[in-house]
């Protein structure tokens, strides 16, 4: 218990720097939002018009909207291709959130007394899933052109799910660690506390720009890095806490982790891990290529857009395989196996069930040695098939009491010097 509360004071300064860092970054950025616009081109949402249509684009039929023009074309073949992975991911990952809740919701109508001990980790799943569903239905924001309706959607939803999702792996980390405030109901109440930081940033961020400033919706991509701070954070200190638990599950032993259990728990880490390395691998690819690699090969702002978008889709998929799928498949194994495994010994049915002379067969089966002996019946039992196997072949009753049964010991009479009566004789 020490070692525990220890481990949790550990953890308390670092969620404290959660709450502070990003409030002086984004007073940094907005400040600096002037600033890059004399220095850097802003990405501008250029107002969406229906004068202009696209002729001649393979794929697409005559008269459409050009800022649609990237979900049909087939020479840019980038926006077919992540519109379906997108719109493949966003459909399973709504099966399984409806999958979860259907039978979450068996498990508490069949077995009341277990569901409190998942309803954290279920609402927690759900609204991973739901955060998922989200960056997988957020690409099309990306896949069609910059507008003033798009623009503050792509601003305000990339930090907001992403800070959602991140902030449900922290908690199901910090509850693995068996961290007090991320266990039971508390694990959704980290989630959310985590996750509501991020939509403040990103609130006060458009009502500066849009309302106070009443400006167009524009910003730079550096600018639009400088609003994913909080999230970058939430995504590090993830990424630690889960290393910390794949090492306590690969190098500490405990009597408490035996056999497939172990097993579990320690696959449960190794994908948990996974999941994080690969979102910081994602992550650090798109903002290099964002901020340094496409000025450097003279694509701006040709690729800004797919970088973003792949980067959308791949880490959806990231969270989807990784830890949605597998956390469900963990979730669902475990209820079923302590369903399987009951812990109390009441029903339990006896061997010798079938036999008759027994009041139940759920009695169990009786030990003869405690039974008082008979004149008619000393020793032995009549039926071998009801002897015990802790009875003996004897009786106590065919015990002599006249007898002495004391093991002899050896006397001496001289208790001052026993061995002078030894060396006398020699």
């Known amino acids: 218990m020490a070692l525990s509360s220890e481990q949790n004071r550990s953890l308390l300064p670092v969620l404290v720097l959660l709450l502070c860092v990003p409030l002086s ?33 393979p794929g ?24 379906t992975l997108a719109s493949a991911g966003f459909v399973f990952s709504m099966c399984l959130l409806f999958g979860l809740l259907l039978w979450s919701l068996w498990i508490c109508m069949s077995t009341r007394q277990q569901s409190s001990s998942i309803g954290g980790t279920v609402v927690c799943m759900s609204l991973f899933l739901l955060a998922t569903a989200g ?67 990103c609130t006060e961020w458009l009502i500066l720009v849009l309302v106070r400033d009443k400006k167009p919706c524009a910003y730079s991509q550096e600018e639009f890095v400088m609003l994913q701070i909080y999230v970058l954070c939430l995504l590090a200190i993830s990424l630690i806490l889960s290393m910390r638990f794949l090492c306590r599950s690969c190098f500490t032993y405990s009597y408490s982790y035996n056999g497939p259990a172990h097993q579990q728990w320690r696959v449960h880490a190794v994908l948990l891990f996974l999941t994080l390395m690969l979102s910081t691998c994602i992550w650090v690819v798109w903002i290099t290529m964002l901020t340094w690699g496409n000025p450097e ?24 395989i990784g830890h949605g799928l597998s956390q469900i498949a963990f979730l669902c194994r475990g209820e079923a196996k302590s369903k399987d495994a009951p812990l ?43 002897r015990s196997p802790y009875e003996s072949g004897f009786s106590m009753s065919e015990i002599d009491p006249d007898k002495d049964y004391t093991i002899p010991r050896p006397q001496t009479t001289n208790y001052l010097e026993p061995y002078d009566e030894y060396y006398e004789q020699d």
């Open 25 to 57: 970054c984004l007073s940094q950025s907005t400040n600096s939002s002037l600033a890059n616009a004399s220095t850097n081109t802003p990405t501008t949402a250029a107002p969406s018009s229906n004068d202009t249509s696209l002729k001649g684009v």
């Open 60 to 83: 697409c039929r005559a008269g459409l909207n050009p800022i649609y023009r990237y979900l049909c074309d087939r020479r840019a073949a980038w926006g077919i291709v992540l519109e």
């Open 135 to 201: 960056i997988f239905a957020i690409t099309f924001s990306f896949i069609i052109r910059l507008t003033p309706q798009t623009c503050p959607t792509r601003l305000f939803l990339f930090g907001v799910l992403f800070s959602l999702a991140f902030s449900c792996l922290l908690a199901r980390c910090l509850a693995l660690l068996g961290f007090a405030a991320a266990r039971g109901w508390g694990e959704p109440g980290v989630a959310l506390g985590l996750f509501m930081v991020q939509v403040i940033i």
């Open 297 to 320: 090969v003279n694509r701006r702002p040709q690729w800004d857009d797919p970088v973003l978008s792949i980067a959308l889709v791949a880490n959806g998929w990231v969270f989807l």
């Open 344 to 386: 109390s010994f009441a029903g339990w049915t006896s061997p010798s069930a079938d036999i008759p002379g027994l009041n139940s067969p759920n009695a169990g089966r009786e030990n003869g040695s405690f039974e008082n002996e008979s004149e008619n019946r000393r020793g032995l039992r009549a039926e071998p098939s009801l």
